[in-house]
């Protein structure tokens, strides 16, 4: 009978810790733009959040991926709108630090869309990269802009996506790598994407805009939210398995 009992302890100590999970830190929640915490009406002086470039932010509750309430950026100028809250973190060691957000974006009538709609973050001294999603020749696609062989550009890493369509965005930054994660709906796309510049924090993750002259489409953001994320060493699991199977022999010499 202690042969089982050593087993099925064991086997406990080592699914309890297959079942810890990361630990996070919230550098920024925007609780889903709602309200009291945002009004209706511009987004910049609300929460801290900054403003560049020409367009317009906006808390809005016409199209929202939950609750009541969403930002919406519109604006056509080709460079650039942005909207962020500062946090200024900088990770330890194998640190990742995750920004998350809904992203939709609308249709117009008119044949001109706007370039495209992203995740921008950057150190203190100069631009990450971006996630986002982009129009490509009619079509929206999935785009990390990052460098490639030493080039930077903007890289396709899905296709085929849809307009008025929420689809949940994560870029996992990681400075110990100088590399960037993209995931689409829980799906990586793209994986250690090279820093465009070398930092060695992140300072903030923008919303942005990259127009087009003419354009009149919007986009829009919701459950905007940035953690650092701890994720346990697989050592710790071992170690408490291990210290599991030392109780277990210590008990059977004890009561032998």
């Known amino acids: 009978m202690r042969k089982p009992l050593l087993a099925s302890i064991v086997t406990a ?55 009541s309430q969403a930002v919406s950026l519109s604006g056509n100028a080709p460079s650039g709108f942005w909207e962020w809250p500062s946090f ?17 974006r609308g249709s117009s009538v008119t044949a001109t869309k706007n370039f495209g709609f ?7 001294t100069d631009e990450i990269g971006r996630i986002g999603i ?6 929206l696609v999935a785009v990390a802009t990052t460098t490639s062989g030493g080039v930077p550009g903007n890289y396709i890493v899905a296709s ?3 307009y008025n369509t929420w689809y949940n965005l994560q870029m996992d930054i990681k400075v110990s790598s100088q590399t960037f994660d993209f995931y689409l709906n829980g799906t990586k796309v793209g994986s250690d994407l090279p820093f465009l510049t070398a930092q060695s924090n992140v300072t903030d993750v ?3 805009l990259q127009g087009r002259a003419g354009a ?21 699991i071992s170690l408490a398995a291990l210290g599991a ?12």
């Open 160 to 162: 085929g996506l849809s």
């Open 88 to 104: 200024g973190y900088t990770p330890a060691p194998g640190e990742i630090v995750r920004a998350t957000s809904g992203l939709l």
């Open 245 to 256: 199977f030392a109780l277990v022999a210590s008990r059977r010499r004890t009561f032998a």
């Open 206 to 208: 923008d919303l942005q």
């Open 13 to 67: 100590m080592l699914f309890t810790g297959s079942s810890v999970k990361s630990v996070e830190l919230v550098l920024f929640d925007s609780g889903g733009f709602e309200s009291p915490g945002y009004g209706l009406g511009t987004l910049a002086g609300q929460n801290g959040w900054t403003s560049f470039g020409t367009g317009v932010g906006a808390v809005q509750n016409s199209i929202v991926q939950s609750g």
């Open 216 to 236: 009149t489409d919007v986009g829009y953001f919701d459950n905007y939210k940035v953690v650092a994320v701890v994720v346990p060493e697989p050592g710790v």
């Open 118 to 124: 992203f995740f921008d973050a950057y150190g203190s």
């Open 134 to 139: 982009a129009e490509n020749a009619g079509t």
